[in-house]
């Protein structure tokens, strides 16, 4: 079981560039999740899922874009990366149909816009 | 809208000391109230879940209480250690049930 598993672990973009954060689960939970973290800041909800094909806002969702083709994977889009992007992001998942249990986070990806 | 509030940024003890960590909540009651701990460069951690109509939970050092009242929780960690160094984060149940709502974490150092 490797859990949480989020790629890249860095990257360096340049305003105006576009990436995706891939993030992967094997837990077979419904529930998925992004976050941004700044220093000193708490976790900041971007977008989340209740599973494949259902995805909703978060508190901070302007400039990305989800999707979730399947239970297992949930990347979340920056189309033009702004300096404002830079942060920490975690995804997370919980147990199935349960939004209120545990989270399982990943790593984390560490993104600097210069 | 769902606010949340640890009141300490920072809190150093010694050794052997309980440590007591507090979240605050506003303008509704939460269904859940979970803690995690955070290790610099890493991703939170669930450490204990506490439902509204239980008013503490133990978890070996861990202890956690609950007061829908005070609209506050606390989180105790006795005989603390250094590897209890880290950040604490407490989080909540949005009002939709759909996410958790996290504060902005205590960071905790204990020196030996």
């Known amino acids: 079981n490797a859990g949480v598993t989020q790629t890249p672990k860095f990257r360096i973009l340049k305003i105006g560039q576009s990436m995706t954060l891939q993030c992967t689960q094997d837990?077979?939970?419904?529930?998925m999740y992004w976050y941004r973290q700044d220093p000193g800041m708490g976790l900041k909800l971007i977008y989340y899922?209740?599973?494949?094909?259902?995805?909703d806002k978060g508190e901070v969702p302007n400039g990305y874009n989800v999707s979730r083709s399947t239970t297992e994977d949930f990347p979340l889009r920056l189309e033009l990366a702004a300096p404002s992007q830079t942060s920490v992001y975690f995804c997370?998942?919980?147990?199935?149909?349960?939004?209120?249990?545990?989270?399982?986070f990943g790593p984390g990806t560490r993104l600097t816009v210069l | 809208s769902q606010k949340i509030e640890q009141n300490s940024e920072a809190l150093n003890i010694q050794e052997g000391k309980t440590a007591t960590l507090t979240c605050n909540y506003t303008n509704y009651s939460p269904a859940y109230l979970q803690w995690y701990r955070q290790d610099p460069g890493r991703g939170p951690v669930f450490l204990l879940l506490i439902r509204e109509n239980e008013k503490e939970k133990r978890k070996e050092r861990l202890k956690v209480t609950f007061d829908t009242t005070l609209k506050q929780s606390l989180f105790h960690i006795t005989a603390s250690q250094p590897a209890d160094s880290a950040t604490y984060l407490c989080a909540l149940l949005n009002q939709a049930g759909t996410a958790l709502i996290f504060g902005k974490g205590t960071t905790l150092s204990v020196s030996s």
């Open positions: 997370a998942s919980s147990s199935p149909g349960l939004a209120g249990y545990e989270q399982f």
């Open positions: 899922s209740v599973g494949a094909g259902i995805t």
């Open positions: 837990m077979n939970h419904n529930y």
